[in-house]
């Protein structure tokens, strides 16, 4: 027979539940108000899993492959279907973000010999690219670096806790929020 929990652990377990909702509601929302006209559905699905990978690098340092496959396969369908006289703009906005951090990633390495971007933030931003094309990627990384930068020091000043260059800090979800923000602001 299991046990019953008491209230601080159903609040604990309750908690992501509530967080991942507030966020699947935000999505919905920013989505209807503000998605490309014609791309409502598209611009949902982009959101779903921008969430999804989100929420599972903040848990786990993790960018699954399928999910980023995914979101570049949806960016590559909004092209055809919404985008096709700049196709060469979002390829490119694709090659460039995954090549830009894969350079950051390999030279970091080489550096200090110590990994601290994942191949999974290069597949995401190459995705994103394809979703923005090249002209709003930079846009796409200084959001994605700002943000991160403020959470971390919002972070480390609320918990008082001391953020080191050995502290682990996941990427992709400041890069999945700054590429929604792109998507849903900047023109396709």
């Known amino acids: 027979m299991p046990r019953k929990l008491d209230k601080a652990q159903r609040v604990t377990r309750a908690l992501p539940l509530l967080i991942h909702g ?19 559905l598209l611009t949902l699905a982009m959101g779903a899993v921008l969430l999804a990978l989100a929420s599972i690098d903040w848990r786990t340092f993790i960018l699954p492959d399928p999910l980023n496959a995914l979101l570049a396969l949806l960016g590559i369908f909004m092209i055809w279907q919404h985008a096709r006289a700049d196709w060469l703009d979002h390829v490119i906005g ?73 502290t682990p800090i996941p990427f992709g979800p400041w890069m999945a929020l700054s590429g929604w923000i792109c998507w849903l602001v900047a023109p396709v």
């Open 94 to 166: 694709g090659a460039a973000a995954y090549l830009a951090l894969l350079c950051l990633e390999l030279f970091y390495r080489h550096v200090r010999g110590i990994d601290a971007l994942g191949r999974g933030d290069a597949k995401l931003a190459g995705a994103l690219g394809l979703w923005l094309g090249w002209q709003i990627v930079p846009l796409l990384f200084l959001l994605a670096a700002g943000s991160g930068l403020i959470a971390v020091l919002i972070y480390s000043g609320l918990f008082r806790r001391t953020i080191g260059a050995d």
């Open 22 to 40: 507030l966020l699947a509601l935000g999505v919905a929302i920013s989505a209807w108000f503000y998605a490309p006209a014609g791309m409502l």
